[in-house]
């Protein structure tokens, strides 16, 4: 693994964690966004980023600082890539989307230039054919708060070239997570393989009016000790990327009568969507931050 140069396309809330983790550990980084609107917003979140990790990392603090150093950004993907030694695609988690960007990428990257999506839903085969390099191509998956939640979840499909594999196992390892090796393609990883059905059967409590969100966090929180509950994660996952996993969903459902997960979308749009309430990122999603309710002694109390 000879990797200098790491160019990041998509800087929502884990594009930009992925960015910062990179720099962070001396590589050099180049964020790619698709205007000036959206590169104004990963530099907020890139110094928000640096606070966040002057607090965490009391024993690293030269490396914190000078972490923004190494990020550039770029609007034209062209140029974004052009000394790109790998590129990790964190876009917004609809196939569409995926496909019209990696025919992009393919045309402009350079050839030694290795692909990686941290898709979290979907299967790095659904879109090797657009790449123009499916031998160069796998999953990288990072967790929310990847300073933290470090773990790299390398996941190949049946054309990626094992050296490449074995590259990016290291790279993972090489910014601080623990290189995880998911070798036969699962939809979900490991980490939203386990994850997912739970965040799913929440939204069913809470969409099918079973039970609100604090009734169905507190339950999973004192019944499993876990710090927080499923609607605390969603706000730590983001609304948007809920909305979009859920969307899809409801889209492939197959009887519209009986189509809970529209439903659900409806609900998650209309109620925080549609109101700025995006999670964490906001300030406010299930819950007000920076002082979630589930942080409160009494939220578990009789």
């Given at each position: 693994m000879n990797y200098k140069t790491i160019t990041i396309a998509g800087s929502g809330v884990l594009g930009s964690q992925i960015a910062f983790q990179t720099a962070f550990k001396g590589f050099n980084v180049v964020i790619y966004d698709i205007n000036d609107e959206a590169i104004e917003k990963a530099k907020e979140r890139i110094a928000n980023l640096e606070a966040t990790y002057t607090d965490y990392f009391k024993d690293e603090q030269e490396a914190v600082k000078t972490a923004q150093s190494r990020?550039?950004?770029?609007?034209?993907?062209?140029?974004?890539?052009?000394?790109?030694?790998?590129?990790?695609?964190?876009?917004?988690?609809?196939?569409?989307?995926?496909?019209?960007?990696?025919?992009?990428?393919?045309?402009v990257a350079p050839a030694h230039t290795i692909f990686a999506t941290n898709s979290s839903t979907l299967l790095p085969s659904q879109f090797a054919e657009f790449t123009g390099r499916p031998e160069k191509f796998l999953a990288l998956h990072f967790a929310n708060r990847i300073w933290m939640n470090n773990t790299g979840e390398v996941m190949e499909h049946p054309g990626t070239n094992q050296e490449v594999v074995q590259d990016v196992l290291k790279f993972a390892q090489a910014i601080g997570m623990v290189p995880i090796h998911v070798k036969k393609?699962?939809?979900?990883?490991?980490?939203?393989?386990?994850?997912?059905?739970?965040?799913?059967?929440?939204?069913?409590?809470?969409?099918?009016?079973?039970?609100?969100?604090?009734?169905?966090?507190?339950?999973?929180?004192?019944?499993?000790?876990?710090?927080?509950?499923?609607?605390?994660?969603?706000?730590?996952?983001?609304l948007q990327t809920v909305y979009n996993i859920v969307s899809t969903k409801a889209q492939n459902h197959p009887n519209p009568e009986q189509n809970e997960f529209k439903q659900i979308a409806d609900l998650v749009k209309n109620e925080f969507i549609d109101k700025g309430k995006m999670g964490i990122q906001s300030g406010e999603g299930f819950y007000k931050y920076p002082n979630p309710a589930y942080n409160e002694k009494e939220f578990l109390q009789p």
């Open positions: 990020i550039e950004y770029a609007t034209d993907l062209a140029e974004a890539v052009k000394n790109a030694d790998l590129v990790i695609e964190a876009i917004p988690e609809l196939k569409e989307i995926k496909e019209k960007f990696y025919t992009e990428l393919g045309k393609e699962q939809p979900g990883y490991i980490l939203n393989s386990l994850l997912v059905p739970l965040l799913d059967a929440a939204q069913h409590l809470w969409g099918t009016g079973v039970a609100d969100p604090y009734a169905i966090d507190k339950t999973w929180m004192i019944a499993t000790g876990a710090p927080m509950g499923p609607f605390g994660i969603i706000d730590v996952v983001g």
